[in-house]
């Protein structure tokens, strides 16, 4: 079996098919929905910190019920969470759109239904981690977890681009109502899918249950290490919120530049997943990851200093490519280690990381794009995450020296 097929064996199983695509077509339309907001922000307020406070509210929601969300993915039916998560982002898109084509939105309400969504999201995406492993045998897990990210990546290259092009020609409007359509793509793969196995061990609604699923996490140091870097890289280099200052003031490319900032690191991203795919065996995981790490450190820098567009988009490209990498590597051992009762509590508590840098770090980004200077925001962001790599290699050596997916401290 050469190593694209070898890739794509996953496809073979029909309930894997069907969540790919669903979930597929969904974000691509969530990611057509963010740079709608983003430009639509901008446009209203002219302010760096307005696209910050975007961060914010995706991220609030995501700290106080991520825990709960968690726990009650470990509960009930995740296939029906998901279901319901989904009505929601479905009824905000619909408010958007309505408001945006009536001329009534303002950005207080804009910052309302991204905190709604997120909320959503807080629920839904633990219940969708936790159904992974069992679409497809735990053989074929790691190209699973690879065409998983090839197509976030792949979404996060469409949705923008499309978004960029629709938003010049159209108006952000016609963004909204298409994510309506997107976001039922989903719901319509939970009814076709077959019904899931019962978990062996349901959770309790209690804060010991909760207790349960941090304790795990805290006796796992390749856990808490790789979520901790994963929190500090994407807080220290949480470009993405100011790509609209990049586009319409320092490389002066309009909206439709935008879209390929945006998508540039994903292009890498699909790069990046393609290339590993062809190895079927990796060793020395902890190394390659710290060094990933780093590369998107160092690409994020050269990116701030750029004023040249093409130069800024192979930067993002490369950023994109080191990110995928450490991605792959840390989702398939967060979920081979485990078990599947308490898989929705790790995701939860993962979620609070792998969001809240990225989010947080808008905020940051804002703050210190008013304060510094757009491009010295960037750059210092870069310089923070290769600064919190070192550190980690050098407190976490289990982190660095991790050579086996079936070995854990």
Not at 75 to 91: C, D, E, H, S, Y
Not at 246 to 259: E, M, R, S, T, Y
Not at 276 to 282: A, D, I
Request: charged share 10%; net charge positive; proline share 4%.
């Amino acid at each position: 079996m050469n190593s694209m097929t070898y890739l794509f064996t996953p496809f073979k199983y029909r309930d894997y098919r069907l969540a790919w695509i669903g979930f597929f077509i969904s974000q691509i339309g969530s990611e057509m929905m963010m740079v709608a907001v983003n430009w639509q922000i901008y446009l209203m307020t002219g302010s760096p910190f307005s696209l910050g406070i975007i961060g914010a509210a995706r991220f609030l929601p995501m700290l106080f019920l991520s825990l709960f969300a968690g726990l009650v993915a470990d509960m009930v039916n995740r296939k029906k969470l998901i279901f319901t998560a989904q009505l929601v982002l479905i009824f905000s898109s619909v408010c958007l759109t309505y408001l945006t084509f009536t001329h009534q939105l303002r950005p207080v309400v804009i910052y309302l239904l991204i905190a709604l969504n997120s909320g959503a999201l807080a629920f839904a995406s633990p219940a969708r981690q936790s159904l992974l492993p069992h679409l497809v045998p735990r053989k074929h897990f790691m190209q699973a977890v690879s065409l998983n990210s090839l197509m976030w990546q792949t979404a996060v290259i469409l949705g923008p681009t499309i978004s960029g092009f629709l938003i010049a020609f159209l108006g952000v409007e016609y963004i909204y109502l298409i994510s309506i359509f997107a976001f039922i793509s989903v719901n319509i793969s939970m009814i076709l899918m077959r019904a899931l196995p019962l978990q062996a061990e349901k959770a309790q609604f209690s804060l010991r249950s909760i207790r349960e699923g941090i304790g795990f996490v805290k006796r796992t140091p390749i856990l808490w290490s790789s979520m901790l870097l994963d929190f500090f890289a994407t807080f220290f280099a949480s470009s993405m919120t100011l790509m609209p200052i990049f586009a319409k003031d320092i490389l002066k490319v309009g909206p439709q530049g935008l879209g390929f900032l945006y998508a540039a690191p994903s292009v890498g991203g699909v790069l990046a997943g393609l290339i590993f795919s062809f190895f079927h065996r990796v060793g020395r995981q902890g190394k390659i990851l710290l060094v990933s790490v780093c590369v998107y450190g160092v690409a994020t820098i050269i990116f701030g200093f750029s004023q040249i567009y093409i130069l800024s988009l192979l930067c993002l490209v490369i950023a994109g490519a080191g990110d995928m990498v450490s991605s792959v590597i840390r989702n398939t051992i967060r979920h081979m280690i485990t078990p599947d009762h308490i898989r929705g509590r790790m995701v939860s508590i993962n979620m609070i990381f792998y969001l809240g840098g990225p989010q947080l770090g808008e905020v940051e980004a804002g703050v210190a794009a008013t304060l510094l200077g757009t491009p010295w925001s960037v750059v210092l962001g870069g310089v923070g995450t290769i600064a919190i790599t070192l550190i980690m290699a050098k407190t976490v050596p289990s982190l660095l020296n991790y050579n086996n997916h079936n070995e854990m401290e």
